[in-house]
């Protein structure tokens, strides 16, 4: 598990997401973790049984204002319909892992 600590500095927040649509088998797990590696973001993903994608992401707003959007959009094979965003508890993670 990548969850390394309850203490997260000040600026950073957590945040769970689940995006809809044709998400899986269009490597949008792979992208996500690209995504999140780019842009400083900690956290995880996976696929749902349900055929989405879920995950918590790490960050400062600035990084997870632009995470968000990129989640929004997906890969180029993705048709992303929603995503939903919930703030969590503050959160520490080593990387972002694919789960």
Request: proline share 2%; glycine share 10%; net charge negative.
């Amino acid at each position: 598990m990548s969850q390394i600590s309850d203490t997260v500095p000040d600026q950073f927040k957590t945040v769970y997401f689940r995006v809809k649509g044709r998400v899986q088998g269009v490597y949008f797990r792979a992208s996500t973790k690209s995504a999140a590696d780019k842009s400083g973001i900690t956290g995880w993903v996976k696929n749902r049984t349900d055929g989405d994608v879920d995950g918590m992401a790490t960050g400062s707003e600035e990084q997870l204002s632009g995470f968000v959007s990129w989640l929004k959009q997906g890969p180029k094979l993705a048709n992303v319909s929603t995503v939903e965003i919930c703030t969590s508890d503050a959160q520490e993670y080593e990387g972002f892992e694919i789960r």
